[in-house]
């Protein structure tokens, strides 16, 4: 074993992860492993709480495909909740089969249901997409989709299927949206139906972070909830880490490192400064003019990019609330009249369609039916959604409002119309309806466009005992906004400080294969009529 400490600054993916990695791979002793997370409870943005009372509540949730290779190497060391002799890989593939996705509702229009939607791009819009497939990441510094592409190829259906799938809005980076093109290019065959996506049993952290928790807990890790890492000290000569200055319960405290030690930091967060509504308030908003997170993992970041340009440059993500905030919103209803509405409605089971988006919804809507129970404790009389809009500085047609500005009740209403219901039948279908809305200002802050160097090296050049995790980190060609890219950036980080010479999982080149780029070609060129 390992004679050496580990301590993990955020509890979120990236860190349970990295201790994983470090138990598993890397030899250490799972009670010298001390992960430090500010919030009462681990998992960051993998979330879910709450109950049929009060009301359950699901910032937001990532979507999952077959070649998250990382991902799926991670959980299969870790047993699913219900058994011992299934991994929770295998529960993730294991469910996907047996509920596979094929919406027949991606798009609904005037309150009519669009099946598998036309692209609706013209010869110059396939034409910029290939260009930008090929074209290469460095001449692509500081661009915005909004560069690149026309405003027909922004008013397409293509773009609004793309857009709220992945979350995109037209001034984030042209970059990333070039890595998510050649990432995902073997999903589009069966993109406008949402096939090849797949799903947990329950929410994320009931099926994910729940389960990694338990595990290593029980291995005998240590995680001390309610702390923050507010400032790393580095031997000047060295660039080795030497300490950690935490602040807990009214208390601080300095944690020494040694040389030997290894510190992973999670950098940023895009669930920082998140508010929750009711069903008769609205989330609080954020004033723009004081956009700036200063705590949590923002606030170390910036002090450290203040030590050295090599860690990265947070301003360029955070601090821009206007182009980085969306509302999502978790509907818990005591009844089944709802959720048998949308099947017959979407000619989908719930949990087997995913995102249905609201073509000429101001706040362009989106809602997700999951498979029931998507909790762990919900009883079999209560059924959950999720939604949010992409676009909520848009004024609903009901409301006259934005979204920040508006309750539970008002964010219904604003979906109720959407779907033409009656008032009568929108009166009964969400006479049990608790819709608690959630603002968060950062939520896609790692899309914002960037140059080199705006994000960090996972092992930036020089650091010997420590290394940065998460959603801001630079790796070559994945795709941020994906719980992959976190659990990447762990394993890259552990093999790279505590296991020489071993190779981090390959990613899956989607674009680099032939049949891939053959049948892609195929799908743009009859603009999705397959």
């Not at 002799?85 to 996705?101: C, E, L, N, P």
């Not at 040694?258 to 400064?273: C, K, N, Q, W």
């Not at 409002?401 to 009656?422: V, W, Y």
């Not at 092992?459 to 060609?477: C, K, T, W």
Request: proline share 5%.
């Amino acid at each position: 074993m390992v004679d050496a400490d580990a301590h993990l600054v955020g509890g979120g993916i990236a860190s349970l992860a990295a201790a994983v990695y470090l138990i598993r791979d890397g030899g250490f002793t799972p009670g010298r492993i001390h992960i430090y997370e500010s919030r009462a409870i681990a998992g960051g943005s993998l979330d879910g709480a709450g109950t049929a009372d009060t009301g359950y509540l699901i910032r937001g949730g990532r979507m999952f495909e077959e070649h998250f290779v990382c991902t799926f190497d991670l959980l299969r060391s870790i047993p699913a909740p219900d058994s011992s002799v299934r991994s929770v890989a295998d529960d993730i593939k294991g469910f996907s089969r047996a509920t596979v996705t094929g919406s027949n509702a991606r798009l609904v229009a005037a309150g009519n249901r669009i099946e598998a939607p036309a692209f609706g791009l013209s010869l110059r819009d396939r034409l910029a997409m290939l260009k930008l497939a090929l074209a290469a990441e460095e001449t692509l510094a500081g661009l915005t989709i909004a560069d690149w592409f026309s405003m027909h190829f922004l008013a397409s259906d293509f773009w609004l299927m793309w857009s709220t799938m992945f979350a995109f809005r037209e001034w984030h980076s042209a970059a990333e949206f070039r890595r998510y093109m050649r990432r995902f290019m073997h999903l589009l065959p069966g993109f406008n139906r949402l096939r090849g996506i797949l799903r947990t049993r329950l929410n994320q952290y009931d099926s994910i972070v729940a389960p990694l928790i338990d595990w290593l807990t029980a291995q005998g890790v240590e995680l001390l909830l309610n702390t923050t890492v507010t400032n790393v000290d580095f031997d000047a000569q060295t660039r080795n880490v030497t300490a950690l200055s935490l602040a807990m319960a009214g208390s601080s405290r300095t944690v020494a490192v040694t040389p030997e030690d290894r510190v992973f930091i999670t950098l940023g967060s895009m669930t920082e400064a998140a508010s929750t509504g009711d069903i008769e308030t609205p989330p609080s908003a954020i004033d723009p003019a004081q956009a700036w997170p200063d705590q949590g993992a923002w606030a170390l970041w910036q002090n450290l990019a203040r030590r050295s340009d090599q860690f990265g440059r947070p301003e360029v993500f955070a601090g821009k609330v206007a182009r980085t905030q969306w509302v999502s919103f978790t509907v818990t209803l005591r009844d089944a009249g709802f959720f048998e509405y949308m099947r017959q409605f979407t000619a989908t089971a719930a949990g087997a369609g995913g995102l249905v988006t609201f073509k000429h919804s101001a706040w362009t809507l989106s809602v997700v039916l999951a498979h029931q129970p998507h909790f762990a404790n919900q009883p079999e009389d209560t059924f959950v959604f999720w939604g949010y809009g992409l676009r909520p500085e848009g004024r609903g047609e009901v409301t006259g409002k934005t979204m920040p500005e508006c309750s539970g009740r008002e964010i219904l209403a604003e979906l109720a119309h959407q779907l033409r219901l009656p008032a009568d039948l929108a009166a009964t279908l969400f006479r049990t309806a608790n819709c608690i809305p959630c603002l968060m200002p950062y939520i896609t802050s790692q899309f914002m466009p960037r140059h080199g160097g705006d994000r960090p090296a996972v092992i930036p050049p020089g650091a010997q005992n420590f290394a940065f995790l998460g959603q801001y980190v630079e790796m070559a060609d994945d795709t941020v906004f994906t719980v992959e890219y976190s659990v990447r950036s762990a394993q890259q980080a552990v093999y790279g400080l505590c296991v020489p010479g071993r190779p981090v999982t390959p990613l899956y080149k989607s674009f680099e294969k032939l049949p891939v780029r053959l049948r892609a070609l195929k799908v743009m060129v009859s603009n999705g009529r397959l």
